[in-house]
């Protein structure tokens, strides 16, 4: 799953340090809901905040930690959290649209991403997702408004499988789904 937007409130000048950081509503409970159903929960995101040098990797690293913390805290867990530093104009193989942290996470955690479900808030997660082969969720949280209005408007081709409110309304989805 995707981090901002998706487990915390997205901010327009990037999560810069804990202090800025909001667990969106239901959040904890859904990953716990998850971890007790043995879903493997992985979050890629975006960190564009360091390559445009509005945060370090150090100080990401210091926010990643809180946020694994209170997770725990709560009786969830996130086994890992892979992050493309990069400025979006670098051109690199692991900001999302494209797939390069999806296929790490595949490799090193040995997961069959045609049996994964990508969950993001914009139409760069869902596109991730459905360029990797999983299935995916497009949440209303974050900008998931947004990218909803423009797959409804045709502006776009890329879909999502589903649509949820936020995580804790895709958590019964995601189980039933992966029971099947």
């Keep these: 799953m995707d981090r901002d937007g998706v ?8 999560v810069k340090g804990w202090e800025e950081f909001r667990f969106i509503k239901g959040v904890h409970q859904a990953l716990k809901q998850l971890n007790q159903a043995g879903v493997l929960v992985v ?3 975006n960190q564009a905040a360091i390559g445009k040098k509005k945060i370090t990797e150090a100080e ?8 694994l913390k209170a997770i725990n805290k709560t009786g969830g867990n996130i086994v890992r959290v892979y992050y493309c530093p990069h400025h979006p104009d670098a051109h690199c193989r692991c900001r999302k649209p494209r797939i390069g942290l999806l296929k790490k996470a595949a490799q090193e955690l040995s997961l069959d991403l045609s049996k994964s479900i990508f969950i993001g808030d914009t139409l760069k997660d869902i596109q991730a ?3 990797a082969g999983c299935r995916t969720i497009l949440v209303q949280t974050g900008q998931g408004q947004e990218s909803l209005k423009k797959i409804m408007a045709g502006q776009t081709k890329i879909k999502p499988d589903w649509v949820c409110d936020s995580l804790p309304s895709a958590t019964p989805l995601i189980l039933d789904y992966l029971q099947k």
């Design 7 to 14: 487990i915390n409130e997205d901010r327009q000048d990037y």
């Design 43 to 45: 979050v890629i995101t």
């Design 60 to 67: 990401l690293k210091i926010i990643h930690t809180h946020m």
């Design 129 to 131: 997702g459905n360029r």
